[in-house]
């Protein structure tokens, strides 16, 4: 898809970041001292406009925040970011999203998230964006903010010809509608959120296949499946093609999937072939997980292409 246009049109949640090191992870009922606490701009969708916007990419966000001090300070990092804000609505009297994190050893982490703000996001507000909509090259959107609005954004961009690609996640306990998938172009599942959609563990090649394939049945053109270190499949011409990830310390995933979802549409708006955007978003997720925290970790185009 060579294009000049390089709008990105990003629909989703925004959230602060509460961060605790831990050497493990606590049972229910346990207590235990954790360490390193930082506070992070966050959610996956501002961590998606913020990897389109560090590469280069024209990041419109559409979101709500909180009338709070949370939301002040992510009003204002977001503009740092040269992403446009008209469509970030701000609620009174509701508080802005909000993210607890611990991180083990090896970089895992649990992420518990206290929507606020975030679970009004609604079709009005879409209403309201719909001229970026329809200007966008693409449009990008997660599953933590409420489906009538995704649905709505998803219609609005199928029908003016801008491709759509969703993130399933978190993914919800009920499936998918079929009113979202039949209006998605690409999706980017990990392997966790693919076996939710499809009840196929991804362990090897032919389970890769198996997965996309059920995914396709559902209506969604084209499937990328993330696999964390070793990568992403996806199918080109009906045979499945693996990208190895780049192989590095790991010291914290949070937002490696955010900022491979970013990288791969600015790639793809760059007119890059998917197999070669899937690596370029492989090497920015690689560079995300040697940092601490969501945006902070997000890497630069210079470091990127
Ligand atoms: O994908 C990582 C993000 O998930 C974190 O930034 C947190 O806010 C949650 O939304």
Do not use: W
């Not at 740092?80 to 611990?102: K, L, N, Q, Y």
């Amino acid at each position: 898809m060579a294009t000049n246009n390089k709008k990105i049109v990003i629909v989703g949640s925004s959230n602060t970041d509460l961060v605790v090191r831990v050497e493990h992870f606590p049972q229910a009922g346990e207590t235990i001292m954790g360490s390193d606490f930082m506070t992070a701009q966050g959610g996956k969708g501002a961590n998606q406009a913020v990897a389109v916007a560090r590469l280069g990419g024209e990041a419109v966000f559409v979101a709500r925040l909180g009338n709070d001090a949370f939301g002040e300070v992510t009003l204002a990092a977001l503009r740092s970011e040269g992403i446009d804000t008209r469509h970030v609505t701000r609620t009174e009297g509701v508080a802005s999203g909000v993210a607890t994190i611990t991180v083990d050893k090896s970089g895992e982490n649990c992420i518990v998230v206290a929507g606020g703000a975030n679970m009004l996001l609604s079709p009005e507000d879409i209403a309201k964006a719909a001229e970026e909509i329809r200007s966008a090259s693409l449009l990008l959107m997660q599953l933590e903010t409420p489906l009538p609005a995704l649905i709505e954004a998803a219609r609005l961009a199928h029908e003016n010809g801008v491709k759509v690609v969703l993130n399933p996640a978190p993914y919800p306990k009920q499936p998918l509608p079929m009113e979202l998938l039949q209006n998605v172009d690409i999706i980017i599942p990990n392997e966790t959120e693919a076996a939710y959609m499809t009840g196929i563990q991804i362990t090897d090649d032919d389970s890769a296949i198996a997965s996309i394939r059920k995914i396709q049945s559902m209506g969604v053109k084209e499937a990328i499946i993330t696999v964390g270190k070793q990568g992403a499949y996806t199918l080109s011409d009906n045979q499945l093609v693996r990208v190895p990830a780049v192989a590095v310390q790991a010291v914290d995933t949070t937002a490696a999937g955010d900022t491979f979802c970013g990288a791969l549409c600015v790639a793809l708006t760059k007119g890059m072939s998917m197999t070669d955007a899937i690596a370029l978003a492989c090497k920015a997720a690689s560079i995300s997980v040697t940092r601490r925290g969501a945006q902070p970790s997000v890497p630069t185009a210079a470091e990127v292409f």
